[in-house]
Nanobody
């Protein structure tokens, strides 16, 4: 069974940084990414990265967040800088396999205090 194990969430002051990690087990993945869900809102895209390194960011993440991946480790990272209170939410790792199966992590809480 495929598992996505996330780590790195926490509480940080506005302007601070956090780095999220997500390690996937036992499968070759095409696209890996991060989504987030704020209280009372729908889950939204933060950033994705393909196995070839092509990235895509939500407008809110551009210039502040950097997504990267280590294909050998099946791991994706999200470096978040200049965090704002509106970045608060549960961050979910997402992965799509080469046969288009989709997987989600359990989520990790990010809280940015003002």
């Amino acid at each position: 069974q495929v598992q996505l194990v996330e780590s790195g969430g926490g509480l940080v002051q506005a302007g601070g940084s956090l780095r999220l990690s997500c390690a996937a087990s036992r499968i070759i993945l095409s696209i890996m990414g991060w989504y987030r869900q704020a209280p009372g809102k729908q889950r939204e895209l933060v950033a994705t990265v393909t196995s070839g390194g092509r990235t895509n960011y939500a407008d809110s993440a551009k210039g502040r967040f950097t997504i990267s991946r280590d294909n050998a480790k099946n791991t994706v990272y999200l470096q978040m800088n200049s965090l704002k209170p509106e970045d608060t939410g549960v961050y979910y790792c997402n992965a799509i396999s080469i046969v288009s199966s989709e997987y989600w992590g359990q989520g990790t809480q990010v809280t940015v205090s003002s």
